[in-house]
């Protein structure tokens, strides 16, 4: 008998340490429409079967909170019931010795008040609110609800312009997407049951990048309608593709030299190559649409003469403007914002960073195209300075890691004070607080003034990338109504105001992503279409394969190749090299085809038409 | 062509053919449940399952396409196993008190159990029992229900109502009405098409035999019986019998047996209906600045719901005329009383008819003209009938052949085809030249309106005008060319609505054969009739002619507007969750 020992896990332990890894693979693919109290009566008897079994509150309290949901799922409830699941569940949260006990209660107790209207319909009429309305998750997820498992079908047959042609069915910017979506898509993605997500976007890049010949959609007939689009980011530029296509004329105004929005303002060439963003809005033009750039609506044009000469508008002009810290010596020389540094390069000024020490402000996706593409402009040393930690970054975690690797430090946990000013005005250093990692608030962990010293961060160039607003006055002035620096629009992207009038995208929403600006002006197409008296459908004749062997062995997710750090830091070529023929093949095999298994094959699985 | 082995047997079927469909070229008839050709291939119930040679799973054949070089079983002992738990764990949810239940015998899922050999219960017994108005035409048992999912598609993608739905998720998953909706205060047509497509006795109609024999055995009751036409088409299917000895006057004779008192056709109503409807749609067409068109027809209760619920502002646009159910109710307890000589109370008006939404339309209130009474006490669907004839044991192959009475029992040809679609606008077509031109036209100068084609359209001269007419059967399609007409993408003059595909002879209340779709041959069989007739001019029916002369004098009188027209206005109906949309 040794007095102490190795404790090895035994084959039991083993095996349930699996399953609580399936069992966290599948909340990720839970999909959407499920009945949120048969969801919290099943975490309940989970959070049961952790318990030890030790305190009168966890080991019998939670069992009759389990039978009490029960009663309300069974139809044997009344109001009664849920007075006494809420003060059940609240003296186990208060009398409960550890978490494992007034954790489970929280749970009821927040679905008791988050979800209360569907308890009461249990109670009152036996039935749920809940409603499976898009049961293909990846196609519930996306914004522009694209056909995902048609296309993923279509490229691993090789029919890649089938495969475009049935994304720009809901999406025009399939090559925009192909680089830069942010891919909620591939959130919930069933395969994840499994082993993983399928790389969703890395196989729309290979059938962006292999098509062979491009098409022109095909036109209604005119309808001899005017429709003008205010804007010709990704959002206007998709409204104006789809009510080109129905028919309508469509005449787009941009203010600045090029179309694009922030895809070329915005976003910089390494990660969204030019030539291919102007291939896209090539493709997007050849519907028709008339363009007038450098024209400012509200400056150049007033909006009374607009709604004149026009059926229909649809304002979609993003959030361009840059928003102010608010310290002290934000006005000095060699303070600038991201949007100013990434415009110019949008329109190929690219100023020279040779030898300088940039310091940025922000952990937003925009700080950290700001960061990368101060690295490739030469500069001696990139910080980003942020308030909370890595892991609490707005920015997508591969970006944060792909600015690392191309040098950039991050000093995180430091809150900006103040920037420091030499004689002649020039900023200098930033000066910073440290922070302390605090209390969840909102769901996420806040940070607090620590009781550090602050520190000096010296400078040569300070640019601040803490989020966007719009530029609202000119239209403000016309009447559209704002609300919280944003224009406030209709769940169906009309505005109130006068007839005619619609708003989507960033402009309405805040900054969001691409992917949502793109539905934004698909929901305004057909809105607008509607508006003008007419129900053009936007179809498509693509015939989707059927699904094939189904591919249920486990299996690895195919990632996006990277060129070294140490090659790509140095110009703003492409980072981001596609999938091999091989990969897509076994990347493609791996969808699950949720639009043929489960509820797919019997509601909502493709919808041909819009 | 893709070639496969099914059961060690070489297939060679199209691309895309499912493995379900592939097998029966071959004479392998795998067992389904959820499946509906073409509306509900979507692999619930896993009956069909198979066993495919390399793939990890048992797959449902009836939705999994062949692929070359396939090496399926469909009797593996992996599939015989599954094939059998999934009925097993379909049966410990499913109320199996078949002696009680109105589809034994021709239940689908009683069929595959009983094919199956299943004789026990492995699995605990978990029936869940919802309430139903009890008062509903209508009635779902969700004890029955096994969530094959039919009526949901049914009535998504043929009716295009949306009336049920799936509710709640996991173990609680359910159909019920859409919405939260209950079902009375739902746009249900009542058209019955889930009934006859339900696998299992979840979905019937109201039974309502009690209160006919309670009827008959009142001896103060003077019991009348009308048949609609489309019934005679089917009534006989229980017993099997050919169409030689399936004919109307064996069924006559067997409805007599039953103990009424009067058995008459509502073939007689039908050219009465003509009579008035034709002449309406010629007095609109005459004041044509007064009317809206096109003039629909009003003898379908399921599109009248329809329109009432859908496009509201169209009421106007149906023709008064009552029914031909309705009109017989009226006749026989005012016309018919007086000339027997009784207390039209103490008649007591049954129909039967192929139709859920007619056991509606006889309660509708204001549907009582002649006495205060309603003018059709009760109406039975063809299956209650049937019900009726087995619980007497009468075996009608054995009965000799009766004649309907007299004189609200003979009917012409134009009558007999309103069963089935384009019938009655074929009818009213035939008079209505005759009407305008004191000529009959030829009676097959129509034949634009005959087949099975949803959406059916022709123009025809009428006394040197043109009518532009159509006929549309299936609510998804009468959707369609209403959607159309308010557009202003058709025009038409007269348009004829029939809510059930192919019209009544497919109607809800006809016997249910697993899904089949029956309209056609019992429309054809209709048709024979027609053309067998001596007579096939609804205005040429001699007791139709004889009571005009002897009670309602003309079509459209004083008489006539009482008693056989009907205000489509004066009834509330629940209006569609769409109209909410529109506005």
Redesign the interface.
């Known amino acids: 008998m040794s007095r102490l020992s190795i404790i090895t896990p035994s084959q039991a332990q083993t095996t349930v340490e699996s399953l609580y890894k399936d069992l966290e693979r599948r909340i990720i693919a839970s999909p959407p429409g499920l009945c949120p109290v048969d969801m919290a009566a099943s975490f309940l008897k989970l959070c049961h079967a952790q318990t030890c079994g030790k305190c009168t509150p966890c080991r019998i309290g939670l069992a009759q909170l389990g039978n009490l949901l029960d009663d309300v799922l069974s139809g044997n409830a009344d109001m009664d019931t849920l007075q006494l699941i809420e003060d059940t569940a609240q003296t186990i949260y208060d009398t409960a010795d550890c978490a494992i006990g007034y954790e489970a209660a929280n749970m009821v107790l927040k679905g008791v008040h988050g979800f209360r209207d569907d308890y009461i319909e249990h109670i009152q009429h036996n039935r749920c609110t809940a409603t499976l309305n898009q049961p293909v998750p990846c196609v519930s997820q996306c914004p522009a609800h694209v056909d995902i498992p048609g296309y993923i079908a279509l490229v691993n047959e090789g029919r890649y312009d089938d495969a475009v042609r049935l994304i720009r069915q809901d999406n025009p910017f399939v090559t925009t997407c192909a680089f830069i979506c942010e891919h909620p898509c591939e959130n919930r993605c069933r395969r994840n049951m499994l082993d993983d997500s399928v790389n969703i976007r890395g196989i729309k890049r290979f059938a962006a990048d292999h098509i062979s010949n491009d098409y022109v959609p095909a036109l209604a007939e005119p309808t001899g309608k005017k429709v003008a689009v205010i804007g010709g980011g990704p959002g206007g530029l998709s409204a104006a593709y789809y009510l080109s296509i129905m028919g309508h004329k469509v005449t787009v105004f941009e203010q600045r030299d090029k179309l694009g929005g922030m895809l070329r303002y915005g976003i910089p060439s390494y990660r969204l190559p030019r030539e291919r963003l102007d291939d896209e809005i090539k493709h997007i033009l050849s519907t028709g649409i008339e363009v007038k750039t450098n024209i400012s609506i509200g400056k150049d044009l007033p909006i009374s003469k607009i709604q004149k000469q026009y059926d229909a508008i649809y304002i979609a002009i993003g959030a361009h403007i840059d928003k102010k810290i608010g310290i002290e010596g934000e006005d000095s020389n060699n303070v600038i914002s991201a949007v100013e540094m990434l415009r110019a390069i949008g329109d190929g000024n690219y100023p020279d960073f040779k030898g300088k020490n940039i310091v940025v402000i922000g952990g937003g996706n925009v700080a950290m195209d700001v960061v990368r593409s101060s690295v490739r402009l030469g500069a001696e040393k990139v910080t980003c300075v942020y308030r909370r930690r890595q892991e609490d970054m707005t920015a997508l975690e591969e970006e944060v890691e792909g600015a690392i690797a191309e040098g950039v430090v991050m000093a995180t946990l430091k809150a900006p004070v103040r920037i420091e000013a030499d004689e002649n005005g020039n900023a200098v250093a930033l000066w910073v607080k440290p922070q302390i990692i605090s209390k969840v608030k909102g769901g996420r962990p806040s940070p607090a003034n620590s009781k550090m010293d602050e520190e000096r961060i010296p400078a040569d160039l300070i640019i601040v990338s803490i989020g966007q607003g719009i530029e609202s006055h000119e239209f403000e002035k016309a009447g559209i109504p704002v609300k919280r620096g944003n224009f406030e629009a209709m769940d169906l992207g009309g505005v109130g105001v006068s007839e005619g009038l619609f708003a989507g995208g960033d402009c309405v929403t805040g900054p969001a992503t691409v992917i949502r600006a793109i539905a934004a002006g698909k929901v305004a197409a057909a809105n607008i279409d509607e508006y003008l008296g007419f129900k053009h459908t936007i179809a498509h004749d693509v015939e989707i394969p059927e699904p094939k062997m189904r591919n249920q062995e486990p299996c690895g997710r195919v990632e996006m190749h990277e060129r070294d750090p140490f090659e790509r830091k140095c110009d703003f070529s492409c980072i981001e090299d596609g999938m091999t023929e091989e990969e897509m093949l076994q990347e493609t095999s791996r969808c699950l085809r949720c639009d043929h298994y489960g509820y797919g094959v019997f509601k909502g699985g493709r919808l041909r038409e819009w | 062509m893709v070639k496969l082995t099914i059961d060690n047997l070489p297939v060679k079927v199209k691309e895309?053919t499912t493995i379900l469909k592939a097998a029966e070229t071959v004479g392998i008839h795998i067992p389904t449940l959820c499946y509906l050709e073409g509306i509900?291939?979507?692999?619930?119930c896993r009956v069909c399952i198979v066993e495919i040679e390399?793939?990890?799973?048992l797959e449902a054949s009836c939705?999994t396409?062949v692929?070359e070089g396939m090496v399926v079983y469909t009797n593996s002992p992996r599939v015989r196993k599954s094939r059998r738990t999934v009925v097993e764990l379909i049966l410990s949810q499913h109320d199996c008190l078949c002696a009680t239940c109105v589809r034994s015998g021709n239940c689908e899922l009683q069929t595959v159990a009983n094919d199956l050999g299943i004789l026990k219960q492995t699995y605990k017994r978990e029936v869940k029992e919802?309430d139903w108005p009890k008062s509903f035409p209508l009635v779902r048992d969700m004890a029955k229900c096994i969530k094959c999912?039919r009526c949901?598609?049914i009535c998504?993608k043929v009716q295009d109502m949306h009336i049920w739905?799936?509710?709640?998720?996991?173990?609680?998953t359910?159909i019920?009405v859409s919405h939260?909706r209950s079902i009375k205060e739902s746009d249900c047509t009542i058209c019955g098409q889930c009934i006859t497509h339900c696998p299992t006795g979840a979905l019937r109609e109201r039974d309502d035999t009690d209160k006919v024999l309670e009827a008959l055995a009142d001896p103060n009751k003077i019991t009348v019986i009308q048949v609609a036409p489309a019934v005679r088409t089917a009534w006989a299917e229980y017993w099997h019998l050919d169409k030689k000895k399936a004919t109307p006057g064996r069924m006559v004779a067997a409805i007599r047996k039953l103990g009424f008192d009067y058995v008459f056709d509502t073939n007689f109503s039908a050219d009465l209906t003509i009579m008035e409807e034709g002449s309406e749609l010629l007095a609109r067409l005459g004041k044509r600045g007064v009317y809206k068109f096109p003039m629909f027809t009003s003898c379908c209760p399921g599109w009248v719901r329809f329109l009432k619920s859908q496009f509201p502002d169209m009421t106007g646009q149906l023709s008064t005329a009552k029914s031909p159910q309705q009109m017989f109710g009226a006749v026989a307890k005012s016309y018919f009383a007086e000339k027997i000589g009784v207390d039209p109370r103490n008649i007591f008006c049954v129909s039967v008819m192929p139709c859920t939404a007619k056991k509606h339309e006889c309660a509708i209130p204001g549907m009582n003209d002649a006495c205060g009474d309603p003018d059709v006490d009760i109406s039975l669907t063809t299956r209650e009938l049937v019900r009726l004839i087995r619980a007497d044991h009468i075996t009608p192959d054995e009965l000799k052949e009766d004649q309907f009475d007299s004189p609200l029992g003979s009917g012409t040809g134009a009558a007999v085809i309103f069963g089935t679609t384009g019938g009655v606008m074929e009818a009213a077509l035939r008079s209505a030249v005759y009407l305008a031109t004191g000529e009959n036209p030829s009676p097959d100068a129509f034949p634009e309106m005959r087949g099975m084609d949803g959406w059916k359209e022709a123009t025809y001269e009428v006394a040197g005008k043109p009518l532009r007419c159509a006929v549309v059967s299936g609510l998804g399609n009468t959707r369609k060319i209403v959607e159309a007409i308010r557009r202003g993408e058709v025009e038409y003059e007269f348009v004829e609505v029939m809510a059930c595909p192919g019209g009544c002879a497919g109607g809800g209340g006809q016997p249910i054969h697993g899904g089949k779709e029956m309209a056609e041959s019992r429309g054809g069989y209709l048709r024979e009739l027609d053309e067998k007739s001596e007579l096939r001019f609804s205005h040429e029916n001699p007791d139709v002619i004889r009571m005009y002369e002897e009670y309602f004098q003309k079509p459209l009188g004083h008489k006539s507007h009482r008693l056989l027209h009907t205000d489509h206005d004066a009834w509330e109906m629940p209006r569609s969750p769409r109209l909410a949309n529109r506005e």
């Not at chain 2, 390399?54 to 799973?57: A, D, L, M, R, V």
């Not at chain 2, 799936?166 to 609680?172: A, C, D, F, Q």
Request: proline share 0%.
């Open positions: 895309g509900n291939e979507i692999g619930a390399g793939k990890q799973q939705n396409a692929e919802a999912m949901v598609q998504d739905d799936v509710e709640g998720t996991g173990s609680r359910n019920d939260n």
